[in-house]
């Protein structure tokens, strides 16, 4: 009889070690995990002409499935939580992507859309980088937040990487750098283009034209065609122009973080 309680004993101590080693091994696979926050835009109302607006859905699910499939954990805010809009014309036939429709039957990445996290609740500490997905809303809430725009300085104050894509450069028309400049200023950036606007003629609805707020505030600005990838780097600032540039800015922000 003891020599079976001896046996039962090594057992549970075998048992009990490789118990505390997988615990071990789990909380450094969660501490290595890189962990990316998303900013959605809440603002849906497209300027005085009564339609909606909100953020590009292109523009959240390429980057978002990008990222996810790479192991990235992402949290996902908006400045007043809950429910963020989604621009109607984002789910028109002539915008779905693969990444598009693949959102459109995940009921997991749809609920994240639903349940966003309030923006004031956020610190930058427990991030490794930012993302803002564009869309025309944010050219009215995100551009204007002061929530934003300390976040967005806190993360470069940090020196993390922070990304933007299609209208979202223009969140940083606000932002400062550590001298207290304009943030874009003799960086290299790139966001929609004024043609792209005109193509879309919102230009006379929109409270500012990207591509204007980033020249006027320093930038240098680039550009390729309309609908082109363009993206640009320069040191811990990532911007795309367009939706087709989306993925790229995904793939860059990405490598930024190794």
């Avoid at 790479?70 to 789910?91: E, W």
């Avoid at 869309?135 to 300085?153: F, M, N, Q, V």
């Avoid at 240098?220 to 993206?231: D, E, F, M, R, S």
Wanted: glycine share 6%; charged share 25%; with cysteine.
């Amino acid at each position: 009889m003891k020599f079976k309680h001896i046996i039962v004993l090594a057992l549970s101590l075998s048992t009990l070690t490789a118990n505390s080693q997988n615990n071990k091994n789990n909380d450094q696979q969660n501490k290595d995990q890189k962990k990316v926050l998303f900013v959605l835009t809440s603002h849906d109302e497209l300027g005085d002409t009564g339609e909606k607006t909100g953020f590009w859905v292109e523009e959240f699910a390429a980057p978002y499935y990008n990222l996810l499939d790479k192991g990235v954990k992402i949290t996902i805010a908006s400045p007043k939580g809950g429910k963020a809009p989604i621009d109607p014309r984002s789910k028109a036939d002539a915008s779905q992507t693969e990444a598009t429709k693949r959102y459109n039957n995940d009921k997991a990445a749809q609920n994240l859309i639903n349940t966003t996290v309030k923006l004031e609740s956020i610190k930058a500490e427990d991030f490794d980088a930012v993302f803002y997905p564009g869309g025309h809303g944010p050219l009215w809430d995100l551009a204007e937040s002061k929530t934003s725009i300390a976040l967005i300085e806190t993360f470069n104050e940090q020196k993390k990487p922070v990304a933007f894509v299609c209208h979202a450069p223009g969140v940083l028309k606000d932002v400062k750098n550590e001298k207290g400049e304009p943030f874009v200023k003799g960086k290299n950036v790139t966001g929609f283009t004024n043609t792209e606007e005109e193509a879309v003629q919102l230009t006379k609805v929109v409270p500012f034209l990207v591509e204007d707020i980033l020249k006027e505030n320093g930038g240098i600005y680039t550009k390729a065609a309309n609908w082109n990838v363009h993206v640009v780097k320069d040191g811990n600032l990532i911007t795309g122009q367009n939706p087709a540039s989306s993925n790229k800015v995904a793939e860059t922000l990405f490598e930024s973080l190794k």
